[in-house]
């Protein structure tokens, strides 16, 4: 099986405006997402929602060897990835089929698929 990663970028401002209504029916959406994708023999292995981004710190380097860190995520823009799922699947296409639950009007969904580590891979992420 191939892992797959499924990206979900959004408008942070919009959920913090969102109505516990609308919020629950995002949620329902997940749910049905979740049932689908095992009831079609994919497998999800990993995910979360992620916290606001105002939340996010950040290292780079500081070009002398160092870093420093800064309050804030990667990039300032107005969608921030807002969740992930991690996908187990032999069936891309189907797998997209899926993920077109999760997308609203005027939103994305992102799938990629990753790379498994090397022979001299020493374990972290690639």
Do not use: K, N
């Not at 329902?28 to 979360?48: K, N």
């Amino acid at each position: 099986m191939t892992e797959y990663v499924v990206l979900l970028p959004g408008d942070e401002s919009v959920w913090e405006a969102a109505s516990e209504e609308e919020r629950a029916a995002t949620y329902a959406r997940h749910a049905e997402f979740s049932r689908l994708l095992e009831g079609r023999g994919h497998r999800i292995t990993g995910g979360a929602e992620l916290a606001h981004s105002r939340g996010a710190r950040t290292v780079r380097s500081d070009g002398a060897g160092g870093t420093v860190v800064t309050d804030g995520p990667y990039a300032e823009a107005v969608e921030q990835l807002s969740g992930f799922y991690l996908v187990e699947s032999d069936d891309l296409e189907d797998l997209l089929d899926v993920c077109g639950l999760l997308v609203a009007p005027g939103e994305a969904v992102e799938v990629r698929a990753t790379i498994a580590a090397g022979p001299d891979a020493t374990g972290g992420a690639a």
